[in-house]
Nanobody, 125 residues
Framework: QVQLVESGGRLVQAGGSLRLSCAAS????????MGWFRQAPGKEREFVAT????????RIAESVEGRFTISRDNAKNSVYLQMNNLKPEDTAVYFC??????????????????WGEGTQVTVSS
């Protein structure tokens, strides 16, 4: 079973940038789509971005399109989320997740079967 550990979250001012990392261990993630989700206090977990196994296809939520970019490095067994022009509404715990089915890009949280513990991102106004 794969273990996922997120890092890079911290307090940042509005307009700033952060790069989140997700390090996988236990087995390679290279066959699986990887995704980022977030959950703000009192709200449901929401989709942020996903990338397919070969980095040839990615999906980004409309709320962050143009500001966030997802990438991966299969050689390092890692996935990244570059977040630019951050807004206070981006404040949330950000989770990394691995899809349950190889080779296929997915976006619904129910389609991801392995999750990290999350990293807190706080954007001050």
């Amino acid at each position: 079973q794969v273990q996922l550990v997120e890092s890079g979250g911290r307090l940042v001012q509005a307009g700033g940038s952060l790069r989140l990392s997700c390090a996988a261990s236990g087995r390679p993630i290279s066959r699986y789509a990887m995704g980022w989700f977030r959950q703000a206090p009192g709200k449901e977990r929401e989709f942020v971005a996903t990338i397919n196994w070969s980095s040839t296809n990615a999906r980004i939520a409309e709320s962050v399109e143009g500001r966030f970019t997802i990438s991966r490095d299969n050689a390092k067994n890692s996935v990244y989320l570059q977040m630019n022009n951050l807004k206070p509404e981006d404040t949330a715990v950000y989770f990394c997740a691995e899809a349950g089915t190889p080779w296929t890009i997915v976006t619904r949280s129910s389609q991801f079967t392995s999750w990290g513990e999350g990293t807190q991102v706080t954007v001050s106004s």
